[in-house]
């Protein structure tokens, strides 16, 4: 039987699956397992799925309602994993998250559908906040980057065989057993860490109070409908979607100031600065990920099998670089500007691939010099968050990082969508080509304040 209470998360061995730490390792892995190879599956099966359901001008709301629903589940769970401990918003999540593909799998309509994948959201968010908690209370500090790693290396198989094999089962038994047959492992990956979670929540008597409560559902509802609205506003190439943005900008601004910590607009030192690190990479790489493949299949003529192979390949450089980091010795500041470095120049290079003379293939080198970068920063940004928070606050703090995941995730993407809608597919080239060079100027900022993640 293992004790996880037991664990003095201040040894320093350096065996992340040393006995003591491998129950809540192998619980982490298979959370992080389920949601990728949830990600993965859908985006392979959803035409297939509004085409069934008779639901095709409802296509992109089968992925915006789950980050909508993700948001609000992400803010409520930093608040409630600081009141409660992790166990309610990790084992909840988790089963709201099975409950969700089980509706998809059984949806009769489009509108029951969403119902589902809102659900899915709404779990996936409450999952990933205390999942950090279990890593700062079950693992010792000199693990905590070599936990991150290994987080960013569970996304490496279902992005190799995910698709593939959502493919395959869709085409023989039907798309429906796509999201079935997930629905158990989430609930298996609930009862893996029903031990490791009951035994870290707060002791009795312990401060149930969080220095900082920063926000609840409605103000994450809000902040969803607000980055929802920046997204949407990029589509419109009009008027329009300069009043669309301008609202959207309005319903963030408020909750990006109560929920992240203070300072951040100042980029103060340590932990605020940690915290904006975190939106500079996501905007940097996926904004520019998510039109690689349209300059790749409208540019070089490549088909959708191909332009899969480099975002295939980048998901293994990320792994590598993530391994690289919680194994090496080199300060914090030195790999973080080693890997901003790496992704302002993969990008940067992806101006090469917006001129249609040039080969496709290209591209795999590029992005998998890109996959580094971000695979370097990432677990750091991670462990630095838990290190910088006290225990208090460690539930805020790791929904604080999200958001300004999912935040930078969105403006990068939506930086490309202005221009390549304002300019037209006409001139992909030259609207790819500013894009991903302002993009590759943000990464280089991130290099530049790296060295404000101490001193706070």
């Given at each position: 039987m293992v004790h996880v209470a037991a664990v003095d998360v201040t040894k320093t061995s350096s065996r992340?699956?040393?006995?003591?730490?491998?129950?809540?390792?192998?619980?982490?892995?298979?959370?992080?397992?389920?949601?990728?190879?949830?990600?993965?599956?859908?985006?392979?099966?959803?035409p297939t799925v509004v085409r069934a359901l008779h639901g095709l001008r409802y296509y992109s709301w089968g992925f915006s309602i789950y980050l909508l629903a993700d948001v609000v589940g992400m803010v409520d769970a930093g608040r409630r994993t600081d009141r409660d401990g992790p166990t309610p918003s990790l084992l909840g999540g988790m089963l709201v998250f099975a409950a969700g593909l089980i509706v998809a799998s059984t949806a009769t309509n489009i509108w029951v559908f969403l119902a589902g994948r809102a659900l899915q959201g709404m779990g996936g968010g409450s999952m990933i906040v205390p999942l950090y908690v279990v890593v700062a209370r079950t693992l010792?500090?000199?693990?905590?980057?070599?936990?991150?790693?290994?987080?960013?290396?569970?996304?490496?198989?279902?992005?190799?065989?995910g698709p593939g094999l959502a493919g395959l089962v869709a085409s023989s038994i039907?798309?429906?057993?796509?999201?079935?047959?997930?629905?158990?492992?989430?609930?298996?990956?609930?009862?893996?860490?029903?031990?490791?979670?009951?035994s870290i929540g707060r002791e009795p008597g312990e401060d149930e109070t969080p220095t900082s409560p920063r926000g609840g559902a409605f103000i994450g509802l809000r902040l969803a409908i607000g980055l929802a609205a920046v997204q949407e506003a990029a589509q419109?190439?009009?008027?329009?979607?300069?009043?669309?943005?301008?609202?959207?900008?309005?319903?963030?601004?408020?909750?990006?100031?109560?929920?992240?910590?203070?300072?951040?607009?100042?980029?103060?030192?340590?932990?605020?600065?940690?915290?904006?690190?975190?939106?500079?990479?996501?905007?940097?790489?996926?904004?520019?990920?998510?039109?690689?493949?349209?300059?790749?299949?409208?540019?070089?003529?490549?088909?959708?099998?191909?332009?899969?192979?480099?975002?295939?390949v980048a998901s293994l450089g990320w792994s590598a670089a993530s391994w690289w980091q919680s194994h090496g010795s080199r300060d914090r500041v030195t790999y973080l500007r080693i890997g901003f470095a790496g992704l302002a120049a993969?990008?940067?290079?992806?101006?090469?691939?917006?001129?249609?003379?040039?080969?496709?293939?290209?591209?795999?080198?590029?992005?998998?010099?890109?996959?580094?970068?971000?695979?370097?920063?990432?677990?750091?940004?991670?462990?630095?968050?838990?290190?910088?928070?006290?225990?208090?606050?460690?539930?805020?703090?790791?929904?604080?990082?999200?958001?300004?995941?999912?935040?930078?995730?969105?403006?990068?993407?939506?930086?490309?969508?202005?221009?390549?809608?304002?300019?037209?597919?006409?001139?992909?080239?030259?609207?790819?080509?500013?894009?991903?060079?302002?993009?590759?100027?943000?990464?280089?900022?991130?290099?530049?304040?790296?060295?404000?993640?101490?001193?706070?």
């Amino acid at each position: 039987m293992v004790h996880v209470a037991a664990v003095d998360v201040t040894k320093t061995s350096s065996r992340i699956f040393d006995r003591n730490y491998r129950l809540p390792v192998i619980g982490i892995v298979t959370v992080v397992t389920v949601v990728a190879l949830e990600a993965m599956a859908v985006t392979t099966v959803m035409p297939t799925v509004v085409r069934a359901l008779h639901g095709l001008r409802y296509y992109s709301w089968g992925f915006s309602i789950y980050l909508l629903a993700d948001v609000v589940g992400m803010v409520d769970a930093g608040r409630r994993t600081d009141r409660d401990g992790p166990t309610p918003s990790l084992l909840g999540g988790m089963l709201v998250f099975a409950a969700g593909l089980i509706v998809a799998s059984t949806a009769t309509n489009i509108w029951v559908f969403l119902a589902g994948r809102a659900l899915q959201g709404m779990g996936g968010g409450s999952m990933i906040v205390p999942l950090y908690v279990v890593v700062a209370r079950t693992l010792p500090q000199s693990l905590h980057a070599r936990a991150f790693a290994l987080m960013s290396a569970a996304w490496v198989v279902p992005s190799l065989v995910g698709p593939g094999l959502a493919g395959l089962v869709a085409s023989s038994i039907g798309w429906r057993w796509v999201f079935g047959g997930i629905a158990p492992v989430a609930a298996a990956g609930a009862l893996i860490l029903v031990p490791v979670v009951r035994s870290i929540g707060r002791e009795p008597g312990e401060d149930e109070t969080p220095t900082s409560p920063r926000g609840g559902a409605f103000i994450g509802l809000r902040l969803a409908i607000g980055l929802a609205a920046v997204q949407e506003a990029a589509q419109l190439a009009n008027g329009w979607g300069i009043l669309v943005a301008a609202i959207g900008i309005w319903l963030c601004a408020t909750p990006l100031v109560v929920l992240l910590p203070g300072g951040w607009l100042r980029l103060a030192r340590g932990l605020p600065t940690v915290i904006v690190l975190r939106g500079i990479v996501t905007c940097a790489f996926f904004g520019a990920e998510a039109y690689l493949p349209l300059t790749l299949t409208r540019l070089h003529g490549g088909t959708p099998r191909t332009v899969g192979i480099p975002l295939t390949v980048a998901s293994l450089g990320w792994s590598a670089a993530s391994w690289w980091q919680s194994h090496g010795s080199r300060d914090r500041v030195t790999y973080l500007r080693i890997g901003f470095a790496g992704l302002a120049a993969g990008v940067g290079l992806l101006l090469v691939l917006a001129q249609p003379s040039t080969s496709l293939w290209l591209a795999i080198p590029i992005w998998t010099l890109s996959g580094a970068g971000i695979g370097l920063v990432m677990p750091i940004v991670s462990a630095l968050v838990l290190e910088l928070s006290p225990e208090a606050d460690q539930g805020a703090n790791s929904a604080a990082i999200q958001l300004s995941d999912m935040t930078g995730s969105i403006v990068g993407i939506a930086s490309l969508a202005v221009l390549v809608n304002g300019l037209g597919l006409a001139h992909l080239s030259a609207a790819v080509s500013t894009g991903d060079a302002i993009l590759a100027g943000v990464a280089l900022c991130g290099a530049a304040l790296s060295v404000r993640i101490s001193g706070g």
